[in-house]
């Protein structure tokens, strides 16, 4: 049975699968679910959610291990392209909210859920700040721990890969999202959504 579209302001839970279970979540609002692009927004305040029973075999999320139990600043928006391991993610900063930079996030691809999205966060990422005349990468000795610590089975010269693949096309000039988005801005109605009951019980997406 097909996941139905989500339309802009429902909430689409984001949750992440370590090696079949579900180790966390959150509630972001759906800006547009086109056929060639899903974008998210994380708003300031939406709850993190860590299931409260069962051991992990790379251990509990860092961001529970450190206290973080919702989203800071000025929230953060996610563009998702369909079958791609990355998002290109939009930051914000300041009190005029001025653009901060670009953020690719590598991961899974996007699974959809009924009530919502699985993936998991690659640790290794690149970040392209405003008026920077170059990306920089990020988190590489992060990773590099990681894989030490049995996070990605197998996956290693793939998340390297993308994040190679992602560098050569940046450095080709090639732009894959719109850079409009720099300007966009969250409905004024919008508030954070919390988490449904029963969110780290639905089963994993395949």
Not at 45 to 60: K, S
């Amino acid at each position: 049975m097909g996941v139905t579209a989500f339309a802009p302001g429902d909430t689409v839970v984001r949750r992440e699968i370590l090696l079949g279970e579900v180790w966390f979540g959150c509630p972001t609002i759906c800006v547009e679910d086109s056929p060639d692009l899903l974008a998210l927004y994380l708003p300031p305040g939406a709850d993190f959610g860590f299931p409260g029973a069962g051991d992990f075999p790379c251990g509990r999320h860092p961001w529970e291990v450190a206290g973080h139990r919702a989203w800071q600043g000025h929230g953060k928006l996610m563009l998702h392209r369909p079958g791609e391991a990355h998002s290109v993610d939009v930051f914000w900063t300041g009190p005029e909210r001025d653009f901060a930079g670009w953020y690719f996030n590598l991961q899974d691809p996007l699974r959809r859920t009924p009530i919502g999205v699985d993936t998991l966060d690659h640790e290794l990422d690149l970040w392209w700040g405003a008026g920077a005349d170059r990306y920089v990468w990020k988190d590489v000795e992060m990773f590099a721990q990681r894989l030490v610590e049995g996070r990605y089975p197998g996956m290693a010269d793939a998340i390297r890969g993308e994040g190679d693949r992602i560098a050569a096309l940046l450095d080709a000039g090639q732009r894959w999202w719109d850079p409009a988005w720099a300007a966009w801005r969250p409905a004024p109605a919008w508030s954070a959504p919390r988490l449904p009951v029963g969110w780290d019980e639905v089963p994993p997406a395949r």
